[in-house]
């Protein structure tokens, strides 16, 4: 039987690091690389759904509007043409931009970088949830559903959906549901813009809109890909102060107006635990 998605609890930002760093040197390299990308989530309970799953919710079940991929993305691409600075040269870049600007896709936000993740692991002002930190072993999950074992720029992208009866991302759009195996796959697309650059972004493409990420892995008997490395509810404002030293932030992250705006905001706030202590309240 297959185990259980390993847990790993963290209470520091050095013991993070620590902890994702690999224990042995890439054989090729001689130096601690791995094939593993990142998602931080502020809350630690919460699945991996994209924003195309979680359309709708809580008033409605996950999966539920499923069926507007291509009529959000058409419009999408209809309606942002005047605001692009470097148009798209595909659908996959329309998509990857569509995304990144909070147009509800199946795509789903992954760093290289952990400590990126953990930043949006904390960003949330919820001091009474613990957070989490997910890693996954593309290389695993690539080998498992037969994907060239790299991860995939869009062109690649289009050969492996080739490969499966696909000629393209419409195609995938209007009739991934009639195939029955679900398959999974890393795709880093081209720097489209400083944010996903800032962010080290990849993301992960599923075939299926009817499953969660983690779903998908546990059905496939892949628990062994995916760690969680949980926050403690108790120290999330510790690590949140820890990666604003490093300058870890939104302005960093979101290297436009909005980013430095979100970042001010969020750094001269008070304390959650300030605001919550009676005694300390004028």
Request: with cysteine; net charge neutral; proline share 5%.
């Given at each position: 039987m297959e185990k259980e998605i390993k847990e790993i609890k963290v209470n520091s930002l050095g013991d993070f690091i620590t902890k994702v760093t690999p224990k042995k040197p890439d054989p090729k390299s001689g130096r601690l690389r791995a094939s593993v990308i990142f998602r931080g989530l502020s809350?630690?309970?919460?699945?991996l759904l994209s924003s195309l799953d979680r359309l709708g919710c809580p008033h409605t079940e996950p999966h539920s509007k499923a069926h507007l991929?291509?009529?959000?993305?058409?419009?999408?691409?209809?309606?942002?043409?005047?605001?692009?600075?470097?148009?798209?040269?595909?659908?996959?870049?329309?998509?990857?931009?569509?995304?990144?600007?909070?147009?509800?896709?199946?795509?789903?936000?992954?760093?290289?970088?952990?400590?990126?993740?953990?930043?949006?692991?904390v960003l949330a002002d919820n001091s009474n949830t613990d957070r989490v930190v997910?890693?996954?072993?593309?290389?695993?999950?690539?080998?498992h559903f037969n994907i060239t074992p790299i991860v995939l720029n869009l062109h690649d992208l289009d050969k492996e959906?080739?490969?499966?009866?696909?000629?393209?991302?419409?195609?995938?759009?209007?009739?991934?549901?009639?195939?029955?195996?679900?398959?999974?796959?890393?795709?880093?697309?081209?720097?489209?813009d400083r944010r996903l650059v800032a962010q080290s972004a990849a993301f992960i493409l599923t075939s299926s809109k009817k499953y969660a990420l983690d779903?998908?892995?546990?059905?496939?008997?892949?628990?062994?890909?995916?760690?969680?490395?949980?926050?403690?509810?108790?120290?999330?404002?510790?690590?949140?102060?820890?990666?604003?030293?490093?300058?870890?932030?939104?302005?960093?992250?979101?290297?436009?107006?909005?980013?430095?705006?979100?970042?001010?905001?969020?750094?001269?706030?008070?304390?959650s635990k300030l605001d919550n202590n009676k005694n300390l309240r004028r």
């Open positions: 809350n630690a309970d919460w699945k991929e291509e009529h959000l993305l058409r419009n999408f691409i209809r309606y942002a043409r005047p605001y692009l600075e470097l148009y798209p040269e595909n659908e996959w870049e329309w998509m990857v931009i569509a995304q990144h600007r909070g147009l509800p896709t199946r795509l789903l936000d992954w760093t290289y970088s952990p400590l990126s993740a953990a930043h949006f692991a997910w890693e996954l072993n593309w290389e695993i999950v690539h080998k959906l080739q490969k499966r009866g696909f000629s393209g991302l419409w195609s995938l759009v209007k009739y991934s549901h009639t195939k029955e195996e679900p398959f999974i796959c890393v795709v880093e697309p081209s720097a489209l779903d998908i892995l546990r059905k496939n008997n892949l628990n062994h890909a995916i760690k969680k490395y949980i926050i403690p509810a108790d120290k999330v404002e510790y690590i949140r102060d820890q990666l604003d030293m490093c300058s870890i932030n939104e302005r960093r992250l979101f290297p436009d107006l909005e980013g430095v705006a979100s970042e001010l905001k969020r750094y001269y706030a008070a304390s």
